[in-house]
């Protein structure tokens, strides 16, 4: 029943900023734990931030700490990813995902049961 749809993607420059929303269909997330992953060409998939259910407790990787921000507004049934002081590191396709039976954030790829199609960043020199 639940769909994730990205939106948001685009090309920017180095030091620009976009933000990326995930809007969710057929279910709310008010008990769900989301996160966004990013996949470069060649590279495995990996996290980037999640967010608990509450929206009380964020976890970023480091390499985006200080820069992106998840939140959620789960009257909209909808998460978002502000992304800050962008860098050409971080151009790849960001999947955003839900862990429909967890309540505590990991960055493991296998926890998250839903996934959406994906949505390119490109950040230029």
């Known amino acids: 029943q639940v769909q994730l749809v990205e939106s948001g993607g685009g090309l920017v420059q180095a030091g620009g900023s976009l933000r990326l929303s995930c809007a969710a269909s057929?279910?709310?997330?008010?008990?769900?734990?989301m996160a966004w992953f990013r996949q470069a060409p060649g590279k495995e998939r990996e996290f980037v931030a999640g967010?608990?259910?509450?929206?009380?407790?964020?976890s970023y990787t480091d390499s985006v700490k200080g820069r992106f921000t998840i939140a959620r507004d789960n009257a909209k049934n909808t998460v978002y990813l502000q992304m800050n002081l962008l860098k050409p590191e971080d151009t790849a396709v960001y999947y955003c995902?839900?862990?429909?039976?967890?309540?505590?954030?990991?960055?493991?790829?296998?926890?998250?049961?839903?996934w959406g199609q994906g949505t390119q960043v490109t950040v230029s020199s």
């Open positions: 057929g279910r709310t997330f008010n008990n769900v734990v």
């Open positions: 967010i608990r259910a509450s929206g009380r407790s964020t």
């Open positions: 995902a839900a862990d429909m039976g967890g309540q505590a954030i990991l960055p493991l790829r296998w926890k998250y049961d839903i």
